[in-house]
């Protein structure tokens, strides 16, 4: 693990950086840029233990102007001022999935983050793909929302291969859904090498870019919505799009198989 690299790079930091971060951390406490580092690392993951080793971290970070700078001092930059390198000229797509049904899906959840977030920036847009037995419920609730025109693409039902297609164009599928039995939308955008944000529901730890606790998916919009801009802004997140599709060929599908057959018959 290369510190320097880190520090001009954090969008390479994961969970395995995270863990290598933890053990140095652990050998030596008193070391300043490793403690930083690990509880940037923690922030640009989202991690549930980031304000607790935010505390930790003001008793011996000696400059408290470094922690400042590293989580708040983005909120307090004049717009002018705002550095959006990232900012692409066309929009980014997100793609939502699913069934219509309000109880498991949280698609009114997820419709209130698009209103956060739109109020932030407008250079995207959510196209919502299906339909179910809350879909004119929910279509009532957005217009409700007075959405800016164009920002929401309803798609209704779409044929399989149409699908596909759109998922191959997304820059990242976004769920928000209470419960799913395996969520099989989560494996076609992991073949098709979708990002993909999701609450931790059916398959989603195994192939999720971000998973979104269930708590800030349906009390913290806010919260929520920087979920979406750290996976489809931050420098480095989007770059690996189709990374996973190699998993998916012919190829690596047979081999898989071959190898839990020759495990199947040395049994």
């Known amino acids: 693990m290369d510190l320097i ?12 950086t995270l863990y290598e971060l933890r053990s140095q951390v652990a050998l030596y406490p008193y070391h300043q840029t490793l403690r930083l580092l690990m509880l940037q690392n923690l922030y640009l993951l989202h991690d549930p233990g980031f304000d ?5 971290a003001a008793i011996y970070i000696t400059d408290r102007r470094v922690l400042f700078n590293m989580v708040e001092a983005a909120h307090y930059q004049h717009p002018s001022h705002q550095n959006t390198p990232n900012t692409p000229n066309t929009p980014k797509t997100l793609l939502h999935i699913s ?14 983050v698009i209103k956060m977030l ?13 339909t179910g037995v809350d879909y004119a419920e929910v279509r009532a609730f957005a217009d409700s ?9 309803w798609t209704g039902e779409l044929t399989p291969r149409e699908v596909a297609e759109w998922l191959h164009k997304a820059d990242a599928l976004v ?10 939308v989560l494996a076609e955008a992991a073949a098709a090498g979708a990002p993909i944000l999701s609450t931790p529901v059916g398959i989603a730890e195994e192939t999720a870019d971000l998973i979104v606790p269930h708590e800030i998916a349906q009390n913290k919009p806010g919260r929520f919505a920087e979920f979406i801009e750290s996976l489809l802004w931050s420098t480095g997140r989007v770059a690996g799009k189709k990374q996973n599709t190699a998993r998916f060929t012919a190829a690596a599908v ?11 018959q040395t049994r």
């Open 99 to 112: 069934c219509f049904d309000e109880r498991a899906k949280n698609i009114r959840g997820l419709l209130l």
């Open 175 to 184: 769920l928000s859904s209470r419960y799913e039995t395996y969520g099989v």
């Open 52 to 56: 607790e080793e935010l505390r930790r």
């Open 5 to 16: 690299e880190l520090t001009k790079h954090p969008e390479r930091m994961d969970r395995d």
């Open 145 to 153: 929302l007075h959405l800016p025109e164009g920002l929401l693409v």
């Open 118 to 130: 739109a109020v932030q920036r407008q250079d995207f847009q959510l196209v919502l793909i299906g």
């Open 254 to 264: 047979g081999n898989k198989l071959k190898a839990i057959y020759e495990q199947v």
